[in-house]
């Protein structure tokens, strides 16, 4: 197998006489510029570097200061843009701070001014509460009393007016009538007689006895009366001797306002839920589901209401 091997670098020169001259010799040395032949599978690295050139370049010393003088006076003027922009932070952030204190003292102000409104509210709340109970009691009192000075008076309705009537022709309509039912009415026994306008046409007749008594005893004889007589004998005009068509006649002891709406609202509620009785005493208004049931009085609306919202669970 032939062995490839690299070639010499260089050949060596020829062998020279001894006695050729010096002279000669230098003839014979190769000139500087010849170039050296070598091979990729031998370099020399040290001519390699020898012959590579190297291109350099000029320095200027006045760019490099402009560049220094540039680059200072764009960190100044950030420096400044900046320096203005924390001023101005510091002016709004001192304006908020002012804005902030005004409203802490706004809602402290308010604050104090809520508490107050709540003290002077719950002030008048007590008031109001004491002012509602003395209306309460004033109502009571001036219910009580009016109730006292009407204690012994009776109304009698749907006996019709004269014309030209006077309270003589009234007394003797009372008489006529308690002849009837056997009771004495002479005019000892009359404080005062008078009619009153109201709805009704025939304005119903008030009579004020001399003593409570007297109005009982009324009362009861006509209860007892009533309940002895058919439906078309019960009391009736004829009864006070008046001429025309025969109407029947109610009578009723003398409420006060509060009672008389009182009583029109128990008559309203005995119709709607089937009580048995509604009647009034001495003032006072009572109902009664029916004979086993025990009275209820109604001193107020308020009864009114609560028996209504009884008769509601009841039926659900």
Not at 181 to 198: A, E, L
């Amino acid at each position: 197998m032939p062995i490839n091997r690299s070639p010499p670098r260089s050949l060596p020169a020829p062998a020279q006489p001894a006695n050729q001259g010096a002279a000669e010799r230098e003839s014979c040395d190769p000139p500087a510029s010849i170039s050296v032949q070598h091979y990729d599978s031998a370099p020399d690295l040290r001519l390699l570097l020898d012959t590579v050139t190297e291109r350099k370049k000029r320095k200027f010393d006045h760019s490099d200061s402009n560049i220094i003088d540039v680059m200072k006076e764009m960190f100044n003027a950030f420096a400044r843009d900046q320096d203005a922009r924390f001023e101005r932070l510091q002016t709004t952030i001192s304006n908020l701070k002012e804005q902030n204190n005004e409203l802490t003292l706004s809602v402290e102000l308010m604050s104090s001014k809520y508490d107050e409104f709540l003290v002077k509210i719950s002030e008048l709340e007590s008031e109001r509460k004491k002012d509602k109970e003395a209306i309460y009691f004033l109502e009571d009192k001036i219910e009580y009393l009016e109730r006292k000075s009407k204690s012994t008076g009776i109304e009698i309705r749907n006996l019709p007016k004269k014309t030209g009537e006077t309270k003589k022709d009234l007394c003797s309509l009372i008489q006529n009538f308690g002849n009837s039912i056997n009771v004495d009415m002479n005019q000892s026994c009359v404080k005062d007689i008078y009619r009153i306008r109201s709805k009704d046409a025939s304005n119903p007749i008030l009579v004020e006895f001399t003593t409570v008594i007297q109005k009982e005893t009324v009362l009861e004889n006509v209860k007892a009366f009533n309940k002895t007589k058919k439906i078309g004998e019960k009391l009736n005009t004829g009864h006070f001797l008046i001429q025309g068509p025969v109407k029947p006649v109610f009578i009723s002891e003398l409420l006060t306002t509060r009672a008389q709406r009182l009583f029109y609202l128990a008559r309203s509620f005995q119709k709607q839920h089937n009580y048995a009785f509604c009647w009034s005493s001495h003032g006072i208004i009572y109902l009664r589901k029916d004979e086993k049931s025990p009275h209820m009085k109604i001193a107020s609306e308020t009864d009114i209401e609560n028996l209504r919202k009884n008769s509601f669970l009841e039926r659900s």
